[in-house]
């Protein structure tokens, strides 16, 4: 049987400061902290590591390289966003009006078998949170070609909802 991996797991990104980056995303995610390195010299935070589940080792590190670091560019070579997905709409809709109410700026789009919503951490990094229809639902082959289905996700976002995500323009 041929090689291949079971899943994509985890991410490492590396952030102005981890300490506060640390607090954005378990205030705003609601993470569980499974891990913090420090620097032995200053003690500060090094890196931290994060999960959506207690009993996984992580889904998210994010690692410290300094206040001066400059951000990630539009339209760069590198990482566009990176996704997380949401068990049922319900929860989408709960953590994009957290989002809203934290004052994270948002965009939404809907892709027909799925609804995103957009934004960024506080040193650019991008995120989406998403909820996907069983793939039962699909009415289609592909996820991604082809028109139609879109306004099958009513929810808060109705009055922004977009066609292209700001992350793909």
């Keep these: ?8 797991d985890h991410v490492n990104i590396f952030v102005r400061n981890a300490e506060q ?10 993470l569980h902290t499974q891990d913090t390195m420090y620097f032995k010299d200053t003690g500060r935070v090094r890196a931290v590591f994060l999960a959506c589940d207690p009993a996984h080792a992580h889904d998210v590190a ?6 001066d670091a400059p951000g990630p560019q539009k339209r760069q070579v590198g990482l566009n966003h990176f996704a997380w997905r949401m068990g049922c709409l319900d929860d989408l ?5 957290r989002l809203k109410d934290k004052g ?8 027909t078998v799925s609804i995103g919503v957009y934004f960024s951490d506080p040193d ?5 949170v998403y909820y996907e229809l069983p793939r039962s639902e699909w009415r289609r082959e592909r996820p991604f070609s082809g028109t ?20 793909a323009r």
């Excluded at 980056?21 to 609601?30: A, K, Q, V």
């Excluded at 994010?62 to 206040?67: A, K, N, S």
């Excluded at 809709?93 to 009006?97: H, S």
């Design 1 to 8: 049987m041929p090689y291949k991996p079971v899943s994509l």
């Design 21 to 30: 980056s640390h607090r954005w995303y378990t205030d705003i995610l609601g």
């Design 62 to 67: 994010l690692f410290e390289v300094g206040e």
């Design 93 to 97: 809709k709960e953590i994009y009006l």
């Design 104 to 111: 994270v700026p948002v965009s939404v789009s809907d892709h």
């Design 124 to 128: 650019g990094n991008g995120l989406e």
């Design 148 to 167: 139609g289905d879109k306004g099958r996700f009513p929810g808060p976002w109705d009055e922004v909802i977009q066609g292209t995500p700001a992350f």
